[in-house]
């Protein structure tokens, strides 16, 4: 599975940005039951994982991101995408979707986020 994650770049706190991640090299029947994720690295710091959701579309949440950010997929589309909203400084970071767990590490997108 080959991911490419996109929708990054500089916003104000409280801002939004929708992130999208393009599954390829995938065929429907194989991406549709994979738990897919969103994951983070701020500058500094480990990656950590941000949201899940699984093929049923059961969601789980990091605590620091809760009530702000919402994961969602388009199985036909091979897409998932994660809404982040009321956006903080400390969610500055590459973002990257991947399987739960994960596989390879696709290209990133930058969220910034200025005061």
């Not at 599975?1 to 029947?29: D, E, P």
Request: hydrophobic content about 35%; some cysteine; charged content about 15%.
């Amino acid at each position: 599975v080959q991911l490419q994650a996109s929708g990054g770049g500089l916003v104000q706190a409280g801002g939004s940005l929708r992130l999208s991640c393009a599954a390829s090299r995938v065929i429907t029947s194989v991406f549709n039951p994979l738990t897919m994720a969103w994951y983070r690295q701020a500058p500094g710091k480990q990656r950590e994982l941000v949201a899940s959701i699984t093929s049923g579309r059961s969601t789980d949440y990091a605590d620091s991101v809760k009530g702000r950010f919402t994961i969602s997929r388009d199985n036909a589309k091979k897409k998932v995408y994660l809404q982040m909203n009321s956006l903080e400084l400390e969610d500055t970071a590459v973002y990257y979707c991947n399987k739960s767990p994960p596989g390879q590490w696709g290209q990133g997108t930058l969220v910034t986020v200025s005061s």
